[in-house]
């Protein structure tokens, strides 16, 4: 006598997205609602007054402010390697030349703490050079308060360099936090893909500004 046996069928899965990480996406729409507004100060500005906006724009150090951006451009590259280097699960220094669980070869022998190290340390420079900037032009009579020009470029400009600040503050909170795990963990890894999100963005905004500040005539 035979049995047909019965199978119960086997219980889907259901991927949710990570609420940290949407929650993070929604965030920063507000943020380019907030960046928005600067940017309409700026073209009211143009439109309103032509003859101050000409003249203000050529007392900016368009090659510096170039150097600055594509340091912040590299960090964002560097950025975005320590991510890989997170979603593999590798947050500390491997040796060099080997292959990680995906296959991969990793780039220098890295693993995300030296990718975000790196990281936080070309955005500080990028931030050092913003100040410097700022020091330059209050030398040369530019200050915040000279005229209405002055103060639309030190405000949308401070306003970023802010956020690149807070950027390294998570940089180092994300790298603490990788020390002080026991095993790096795709909690852990999503930590660091959020503040990825919020890098590249502070990244993409400041190339919009970089070109209507320094190059829109």
Known sequence: ?????????????????????????????????????????????????????????????VPYALVNTIILVISSFTCQMGVFAAEDLQPYHVAKGKVNSAGRRRLFGWGMVEWFWLTFILGAIFVSGQVWEYATLVAEGMPIQADSYASAFYLTTGFHALHVTGGLIAFVLVIGRAYAVKNFRHKEATSSIVVSYYWHFVDVVWVVLFFVIYFLK
């Open 1 to 61: 006598m035979t049995t047909s046996a019965t199978h119960a069928p086997a219980a889907r899965t259901i991927k949710r997205p990570n609420p940290v990480a949407v929650g993070t996406i929604v965030w920063l729409g507000s943020e380019v609602m907030f960046f928005a507004g600067l940017f309409a100060i700026y073209f009211t500005l143009r439109s309103t007054s032509p003859e101050l906006w000409a003249h203000r724009t050529e007392e900016l150090n």
